[in-house]
C-alpha cells in the first residue's frame, strides 16, 4: 500500500479524538514538525508500527464497529473510508487531511485481519463460513441476554446463581477499591422552605431552604419505594459523580425546582465499575470476550427506562442482588443522561452530607433528541405484511432500549454521499 517501503508513516496526537490515544501519543511519541495526515504542526507522533498503538487501535475499531460495516465481502465500506473524518477514534478535518495517507496508514494497521497468534484482537470472523464480528454495543453478550430475557417471565431467585457465574468471569476487571475521598453529587425534587421578601412593590422575589443532611440523603426503609437498582423498602443511595448528572438522573421538569447536596466517603469501598476507563486490558480475542460481557452487562444497566416499562427494573435489581452477595458496595456506571457517572451504594452509611453543600435550583430547559422509528401500514393486507405483532412488548421493549443505547454510544457512520 505505501508508496515508499523505507517511509516511516505516524498518526499524531491531532490525528485522534479517543482521549486513550491522544495520551498514548503524548507519552511515547516523537517530535514531528508536520503530521502527513491530519498536517497539525510541532506534534507528537507514533509510527504505525508501534506495537501498543497498532493493538489499541484494532481494538478501538472492534469496539466501534461491527464487520458488516467494514468488511467489503459483505456490503460494507472499508475502514479506511469508514474512520476518515470525526468519529469516536479520529478527530480529522476532511477538507485538510490526506485521504491517502490515513487510508494507506490504516489499511497497515488492520492487514492480518485473522491474527494467528493471541497478541491483537481479530477483525475478521470468517465470513466465509457465515461468521462475523460484531461490535460489543451492536450484539448482548448471548449469555447475559438469555438470563435478562428470563427475568420477565421468571422468578429473580432463579437466575441469581447463573447470573452469578457470569459476574464472577468480569469480576476481577470490574472490582475497584475506593479508600476514600469519592465527593458525590445527589439531588431531590422539592425544597424545604419558600420565603418572600418584605415590602417589595414590583413582583416578589424569593429565597429558599433547601433539603440538606438526611432529607436530602438515603430515604429510611419505611418510605424507601422501588427504584432501577432497588426492590421496595430497600435504602440505597443513588448519587452522582456531579451536580448536573446528579439532576438529569431524577427527571425533573422544565420550571422545577431542585434541591442538591454533596456526600463524601467516610468508609472504604469495594465498587463494582463498569465504565471502560481503559482499552489496554483488551488487547487479545480471549480479553476482548470479557470486554463485550462487561459492556453488555453495562448496556443493561444504564438503558433509560420509560415509567410504562418499569418492570424491566426487574433485570438492574437482579445484577444489584447478585453483586451485592459478591461482597461488594455499590456499583458505579456511565450516565446515559449527562456526561457524568452514576453511583449506586448498598451501605448509606459509607457517605456523609457535607454541611453547607446544600443549594436549590430551578430547571431552565430541557432538551429532547427524538429520532423517527418504522410505522407498519395499518393498510396492509395480511397476506402481504411483513410484520408480526410482538407477543410479549417487554422483551422488544428491552430490545429496542439497547437499540436506542447502542446508536447514542456508537454515533453516526460516514456513508457514501
Ligand atoms: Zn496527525
Known amino acids: 500500500m505505501r508508496e515508499d517501503a523505507d517511509e516511516v508513516q505516524y498518526f499524531c496526537e491531532k490525528c485522534f479524538s479517543h482521549p486513550e490515544l491522544i495520551a498514548e501519543v503524548k507519552d511515547r511519541g516523537v517530535f ?18 508501534d506495537a501498543t498503538l497498532r493493538r489499541m487501535l484494532r481494538a478501538f475499531f472492534r469496539l466501534y464497529f461491527s464487520e ?18 470525526k468519529n469516536k477514534i479520529f478527530d480529522l478535518d476532511s477538507s485538510i487531511a490526506n485521504e491517502g495517507e490515513f487510508e494507506a496508514a490504516v489499511s497497515s494497521v488492520e492487514s492480518g485481519w485473522y491474527p494467528p497468534s ?5 477483525l475478521g470472523g470468517g465470513y466465509w463460513d457465515g461468521a462475523l464480528l460484531f461490535s460489543p454495543y451492536d450484539w448482548l453478550d448471548s449469555e447475559i441476554y438469555k438470563i435478562f430475557a428470563r427475568s ?11 447470573l ?27 425544597f424545604d422552605k419558600r ?9 416578589t422575589s424569593y429565597a429558599f431552604t433547601p433539603y440538606s443532611g438526611k432529607f436530602i440523603g438515603a430515604p429510611p426503609i419505611s418510605t424507601a419505594v422501588e427504584g432501577r437498582f432497588n426492590r421496595a423498602h430497600i435504602s440505597v443511595l443513588y448519587a452522582a459523580s456531579d451536580e448536573s448528572t446528579a439532576v438529569s438522573e431524577i427527571r425533573p421538569e422544565p420550571g422545577q425546582i431542585v434541591s442538591v447536596g454533596k456526600f463524601k466517603q467516610v468508609k472504604p469501598l469495594l465498587l463494582a465499575d463498569f465504565s471502560i476507563s481503559s482499552i489496554k486490558p ?5 480479553t476482548f470476550q470479557q470486554l463485550h460481557r462487561i459492556i453488555s452487562f453495562d448496556m443493561v444497566l444504564s438503558v433509560p427506562v420509560a415509567d410504562d416499562a418499569r418492570p424491566i427494573y426487574l433485570i438492574p435489581q437482579l445484577v444489584a442482588d447478585v453483586i451485592r452477595s459478591e461482597g461488594f458496595d455499590g456499583i458505579a456506571f456511565d450516565s446515559t443522561l449527562s456526561i457524568g457517572r452514576n453511583y449506586v451504594i448498598f451501605k448509606p452509611e459509607a457517605f456523609e452530607f457535607v454541611e453547607g453543600s446544600e443549594a436549590v435550583c430551578v430547571v431552565n430547559k430541557l432538551q429532547w433528541k427524538t429520532s423517527r422509528l418504522p410505522v407498519r401500514s395499518a393498510k396492509i393486507s395480511k397476506e402481504n405484511d411483513d410484520w408480526v405483532e410482538e407477543p410479549n412488548t417487554l422483551a422488544s421493549t428491552l430490545d429496542g432500549l439497547i437499540e436506542m443505547h447502542r446508536r447514542r454510544v456508537k454515533g453516526a457512520r460516514r456513508e457514501r454521499p
Open 118 to 122: 493471541d497478541v491483537e484482537v481479530s
Open 68 to 85: 458488516f460495516e467494514y468488511n467489503e465481502h459483505v456490503g460494507g465500506e472499508s475502514l479506511g473510508f469508514i474512520l476518515f473524518g
Open 32 to 49: 514531528l514538525e508536520n503530521c502527513p495526515i491530519c498536517h497539525g504542526l510541532n506534534v507528537q507522533a507514533l509510527s504505525i508500527d
Open 152 to 162: 420477565l417471565t421468571t422468578n429473580y431467585y432463579e437466575l441469581i446463581e447463573p
Open 195 to 203: 420565603y418572600s421578601a418584605r415590602g417589595e412593590i414590583v413582583g
Open 282 to 286: 483488551y488487547l487479545t480475542d480471549a
Open 164 to 190: 452469578r457465574a457470569l459476574f464472577i468471569s468480569i469480576r476481577a476487571n470490574v472490582s475497584r477499591q475506593v479508600t476514600s475521598d469519592l465527593h458525590l453529587h445527589r439531588a431531590r425534587k422539592g
